[in-house]
C-alpha cells in the first residue's frame, strides 16, 4: 500500500505561559484512516485536536494539509467537522436546523438542503426527529445528532472530543461501532480524542499515545498492545505487570526463573522494567515451595468468562488473569507456579 | 404519602408567622398602588381619604388632557409623555446597544476585568441620586452645548447601565463558548456565530434588560428634577408640577394608567426571566 498523507502535523509545539503543552508533535496522518489520540487528562491530546481545528494556534511548526500549508488558515475557512465533547448542539434550533446550518453557511437552501438533512438522518437511523427540539432527544440522540451535523457539510476531516464519555457503558459500545461504521462509509479522515483505551482500540486504525505533550508511541493499535514502546505505554495500555528485574547481564535478564532475552540492546548493568500482560502470564498449581517461581494467590474474582488473580511473589504482587476452567481447585492461599513465553515479555530501560 | 416541609405541629405556629409576614410584605408594598387607585376614583376635588363618593371624574379628566391642548401650561402633558417615551426608547437602544457587545467581552473575558466593570457599571446605583443628579447637572451646563433631550437620555443610561448589563451577563453565562466554535467549526465567521448563535440565546436577557430599562427611564424623577428644562420635560415632572403645590387627582387617576402599563411589563420580565416566553 502505497502512503497518501492528507494530513501532516509538522514539528508542532505549543506554550501556554510556562507550560509546554506539546513537544515537537510530528505525525503523518493517512487519507481514510481513523487516528486516536490517546493519553491520560493534561497530556495535550484535546490542544492538538484544537490546533488542528483551527482554535488555537500552534507556537511553533506548521499544518499540512494535501500539501498546503493551512496553519493560518482560519477554523471557519478549514471546513473540518468537529464533534465537541458537550456535543455543542445549538439549543435554540431543531434537529433539521442544527444538522442543516453547515450547509445553510455554504448556500445550499431550501429543498436542496432538506434533502441532504433528511438523507444523514437517514444515514444515523433516525429519519423521524428532523422537526424536534434537540432538548427532546436522548442522550445517544444527541450524539448521533451532533455527528451528523459535523458530516453533512462533507467535511476533509473529522474531529471528535472525547464525544462518547457522557453516555453510559453498553450505549458508548454501539456508539463505538455506529461511528466506525459512519466513517467507513463516508471514508473520511478522522481524528479522535480520548482517555479510553479500550475505545481507542476498538476505533483505531493509528493509536498515537500521548504523555506530557510529546508523542511516546504511534501505531496500529495491536502493534502498540503487543509491543509497546515504553513502560508508560505498557501500562497505559491497560493490565501490564510492570516489574523491576534488576540489571541487565549479557542482554538478558531474569524474570522469577525465566531468562528474557533482550530485543533491543541494552547495555550490561542498565535497570531494567519487565512489562507482561495478565493474560499472558500462565499459572500452575504446585505443593511444594521448592523452586524460585512460587508464589501465593493473594486475591481472586470471578469474571465470568475469565478469573483474575493477585499472586504474591517474592515480595511483588502481579495481576494474572487466566480461564476459568484453569481456577478449578485455586483457592486464596494457593501456592502457584508462574510462567512466562519470553516473547511476550517487553523489557524497558528503567528511568 | 407527601411530607409538608414545615412541621404542623405545635398549634401551627409556623404557618401563622409566615402567614403574617407575607401579609405584611404584600400590603407595604401594594399599599400605595391601592390608596392611589381607590383615590382616583374619588368624585371629590379634594383629597380625603377614603373617598366619600366614587366617579370617573378624574379619567375623563385626564383624557381631557390628553386631547385638549392647554395653551397656559409651559409645558403640555403631551408634550412631556412624548418626551418621557422618546428618552426611554433611545435609553433602551442606547443601553442594549451598548451592554451586548460588553456583556459579552466581560462573560469571555478574564474574571478579574468582568469584577471590576461591574462594579464601575454599579457605582451610579450606589451614589446618592441628589448628588448624581447635581454632578450631571454641573457637567452638562460647563459644556455650554445645547443638549437637548440629551441631558435627559445620558444621566438615564448611566443609571440603567447595570440593570441591563447584569441581564445581558447571565444570559450570556449560561452560553458555552463550546457552541460559537461549533457555529465557527461549521464554517460560520466568527461575528457570524454571535448573530446565529449568541445573540439568539441572549434573547430572553435582552429583552427583559430592555424592559428595565424602558421602566427604570420612564419613571426617574430624583436626577431628572435637576436635568429638565423648559423645552425638555418629563412625564414625572410634569405630575410634580401639578402637586407640588396642591394634590391634583388626575394626576393619580394618569398614574393608574402608568401602573398598569408597568405590570403589564414586570410581569413581561418574570416570563422572560422564567424562560417561558419568546416574543421574536
Known sequence: MTSDTHLHINNVSKRFDTVDALRDIDLKIERGSFVCLLGPSGCGKTTLLRIIAGFEAASKGSLILDGNDISNQPPHKRGFGMVFQSLALFPHMSVARNIGYGLKLRGIKGAAQRDRVEELLEVIQLPHIADRPVSALSGGQRQRVAIARALAIQPPLFLLDEPLSALDAQLRDNMQIELRQLQQKFGVTTVLVTHDQHEAMMLADELVVLKDGAIRQSAPPTQIYNDPADSFVADFLGAANLIDVGAIKGGAVDLFGTPVQSATPHQDGDNILAAVRAEHVGLTPVLSNGKTCVGEISFMRDLGAATEFVVAIQGKDLRVRRSSAEAQGLDIGSKVALTFDPAQVSLFKAV | ?280
Open chain 2, 1 to 280: 404519602m407527601r411530607v409538608d416541609l414545615l412541621p404542623t405541629e405545635g398549634g401551627g405556629s409556623y404557618r401563622f408567622v409566615i402567614l403574617l409576614l407575607a401579609t405584611c410584605g404584600i400590603l407595604i408594598s401594594s399599599l400605595p398602588v391601592i390608596v392611589v387607585t381607590i383615590m382616583s376614583f374619588s368624585a371629590a376635588d379634594n383629597t380625603g381619604f377614603p373617598p366619600e363618593a366614587l366617579s370617573l371624574l378624574w379619567y375623563s379628566e385626564v383624557i381631557a388632557l390628553f386631547t385638549s391642548e392647554d395653551a397656559n401650561s409651559a409645558q403640555s402633558v403631551v408634550g412631556s409623555t412624548v418626551t418621557s417615551l422618546l428618552v426611554a426608547v433611545i435609553v433602551m437602544a442606547i443601553s442594549t446597544g451598548v451592554c451586548i457587545p460588553l456583556a459579552y467581552v466581560l462573560a469571555r473575558g478574564d474574571r478579574r476585568i468582568r469584577g471590576g466593570m461591574e462594579l464601575l457599571f454599579t457605582l451610579p446605583l450606589v451614589f446618592p441620586l441628589v448628588i448624581l443628579g447635581i454632578a450631571f447637572l454641573l457637567v452638562a451646563e460647563s459644556l455650554r452645548l445645547e443638549l437637548g433631550i440629551w441631558r435627559i437620555v445620558i444621566p438615564h443610561v448611566a443609571l440603567v447601565l447595570p440593570f441591563v448589563l447584569r441581564n445581558c451577563l447571565s444570559a450570556m453565562s449560561g452560553i458555552s463558548i463550546e457552541l460559537e466554535e461549533a457555529a465557527v467549526s461549521l464554517g460560520a465567521s466568527p461575528l457570524r456565530a454571535i448573530w446565529d448563535v449568541v445573540i439568539p440565546l441572549m434573547k430572553a436577557g435582552i429583552l427583559a434588560g430592555l424592559i428595565f430599562a424602558l421602566i427604570i427611564s420612564f419613571n426617574e424623577f430624583t436626577i431628572t428634577f435637576f436635568m429638565y428644562t423648559v423645552d425638555v420635560s418629563t412625564l414625572p415632572i410634569w405630575m410634580y408640577s401639578r402637586t407640588a403645590s396642591s394634590l391634583d387627582p388626575s394626576t393619580l387617576a394618569l398614574s393608574v394608567f402608568i401602573i398598569v402599563a408597568d405590570v403589564v411589563l414586570i410581569v413581561l420580565v418574570d416570563k422572560l426571566i422564567a424562560g417561558r416566553a419568546s416574543l421574536f
